[in-house]
């Protein structure tokens, strides 16, 4: 079966890094997110979990699973989460977070936050985690994920 | 600079926005000297990856660094000394890539969501102050420098 993968743009500054998506150990997030894309958003840098930038976008529809769920990252890890699995009171609404460096533990206000890891970047990495670095010290910035050819 | 300046008044980021600081100079009086010897100081701050809402910079690092006023947990409104050793790898990646060195990192807590915490665990850190006036504005701030960029730190005795 062909792989999907995913482009991660960082317009402002011309790079791409590329993602295949973990269709067999999360196929019902990968599906949810391929039906959504291309999403456009500004990412910012996250304050208690290390390395790791991220993003929030709407949720419409069906809730969705957790699957192949962790709180064990590794450098270039997509994860998905659902506002509601962490708060039951909010507001329906999805995050991706990319941890683009090995310094990274996924923290919520309660402890480790398991997410469901649903892609992992095989190409542009080095490039896309210095970019991050700048994104923590200059500002969040526009990310554009968007389908990529199948691999 | 004299040691018995207690009071510093430090202004962040491009909005300028300014807070009290008053120094323990009874609980860390070797701190509060170290501090107050380093103004006035201007330097680049940065938002916490770890602790959530606390803003940092880096100086030079304190020789020796004595143990005085210790503590794991932090509060709002809390000025804390870190004292790290060369590749300590909460910095960010550049300085890292190019051996800063030991450094002390000197954060300001001014939020609710807070701890002392690093790649290596949890931190243990010098409170050498209090943010006595100014918290509720910084804040407000720094939430907008997250989004917008930091900028730079300067600290001066209060006048």
């Known amino acids: 079966m062909p792989r999907r993968t995913i482009d991660l743009i960082l317009p402002k500054r011309n790079i791409v890094a590329r993602a295949r998506m973990l269709e067999t150990e999360a196929p019902r997030t990968c599906e949810f997110i391929w039906e959504r894309l291309p999403i456009e958003s500004q990412i910012i840098h996250a304050w208690y979990s290390g390395c790791e930038v991220y993003f929030h976008f709407p949720w419409r529809g069906v809730t969705p699973p957790k699957e192949n769920t962790t709180i064990c990252t590794d450098a270039g890890d997509l994860f998905f989460y659902y506002a509601p699995w962490y708060r039951a009171d909010a507001e329906p609404s999805g995050e991706i977070a990319i941890y683009y460096d090995r310094d990274a533990i996924p923290m919520g206000t309660a402890g480790p936050m398991a997410g469901s890891l649903f892609a992992e970047i095989f190409s542009g990495r080095a490039k896309f985690a210095r970019a991050c670095e700048s994104i923590w010290t200059e500002g969040s910035e526009t990310l554009l994920i968007r389908r990529g050819a199948n691999r | ?159």
């Open chain 2, 1 to 159: 600079m004299s040691s018995q300046i207690r009071y510093c008044i430090c202004t962040f980021g491009r909005q300028g926005v300014a807070v009290e600081v008053e120094l323990f100079l009874d609980k860390a009086p070797s701190s509060s000297r170290f501090l107050t010897s380093l103004l006035p100081i201007e330097a680049d701050i940065f938002n916490s990856k770890w602790n959530g809402a606390e803003l940092f910079t880096v100086l030079p690092p304190m020789n020796p660094s004595v143990v005085e006023n210790q503590s794991e947990s932090v509060r709002r409104g809390d000025v804390v000394m870190f004292h790290w050793p060369t590749g300590h790898r909460g910095m960010p990646n550049r300085p890292r890539a190019g051996a800063i060195g030991a450094h002390t990192e000197l954060g300001f807590y001014y939020g609710e969501l807070i701890r002392a915490y690093s790649p290596a665990g949890p931190a243990t850190g010098t409170l050498v102050g209090q943010i006595v006036q100014g918290l509720d504005d910084l804040a407000e701030v720094a939430q907008t420098m997250r989004r917008a960029g930091f900028g730079r730190l300067k600290i001066v005795p209060r006048p």
